[in-house]
């Protein structure tokens, strides 16, 4: 009997992937998104903060982790709270942020960026704006704002 279904075939016992069709709005959102992470990671690779990987992204994401408790940006984030204390102990023993007690509630914590991690912050943010300008060069500046104006409103709803 053949098993072969529309999204595989299979040739010599190697299941060939064949697309279910065009891409849909995660994938299309998805590629944007791993360039710009790309992008991040390089230029900060070129400006010295080399021990900053794709994981810590998250941790570092906008709007940041500036003034937040632990406990409410892993929720935030959909992470457990140990793994984000994992990537904030990474963050910390690498100069990039601190955990100091809480002055509304001394059992809990807040996160506060160093120097460094408000630096790399910034290189961040260059980046971005540095993907924005070429896509808005390749787009052209009407699509590019009116793709922008669509994601904010998005974001709006979501």
Same mark, same amino acid.
């Given at each position: 009997?053949?098993?072969?279904?529309?999204? =595989?075939?299979?040739?010599?016992?190697?299941?060939?992937?064949?697309?279910? /069709?065009?891409?849909?709005?995660?994938?299309?959102?998805?590629?944007?998104?791993?360039?710009?992470?790309?992008?991040?990671?390089?230029?900060?690779?070129?400006?010295?903060?080399?021990?900053?990987?794709?994981?810590?992204?998250?941790?570092?994401?906008?709007?940041?982790?500036? /003034?937040?408790?632990? =406990?409410?940006?892993?929720?935030?984030?959909?992470? =457990?709270?140990?793994?984000?204390?994992?990537?904030?102990?990474?963050?910390?023993?690498? /100069?990039?942020?601190?955990?100091?007690?809480?002055?509304?509630?001394?059992? =809990?914590?807040?996160?506060?960026?160093?120097?460094?991690?408000?630096?790399?912050?910034?290189?961040?943010?260059?980046?971005?704006?540095?993907?924005?300008?070429?896509?808005?060069?390749?787009? /052209?500046?009407?699509?590019?704002?009116?793709?922008?104006?669509?994601?904010?409103?998005?974001?709006?709803?979501?």
């Amino acid at each position: 009997m053949n098993q072969e279904t529309s999204s =595989s075939r299979f040739t010599d016992g190697v299941a060939e992937r064949e697309p279910l /069709g065009p891409p849909l709005i995660g994938a299309l959102l998805r590629m944007p998104v791993d360039a710009v992470r790309r992008r991040m990671i390089e230029r900060l690779h070129e400006h010295g903060f080399d021990d900053i990987d794709q994981a810590h992204l998250t941790v570092l994401r906008y709007p940041g982790p500036q /003034g937040r408790r632990p =406990s409410d940006l892993a929720a935030e984030l959909g992470m =457990s709270k140990q793994a984000l204390n994992y990537q904030l102990g990474e963050l910390e023993r690498r /100069g990039y942020l601190e955990r100091r007690p809480d002055p509304e509630d001394l059992r =809990s914590r807040r996160i506060v960026l160093t120097r460094r991690g408000v630096a790399a912050a910034h290189v961040i943010r260059d980046a971005v704006a540095e993907l924005e300008t070429l896509w808005a060069r390749e787009l /052209g500046a009407k699509r590019y704002a009116q793709l922008r104006g669509l994601l904010v409103e998005l974001n709006r709803v979501i």
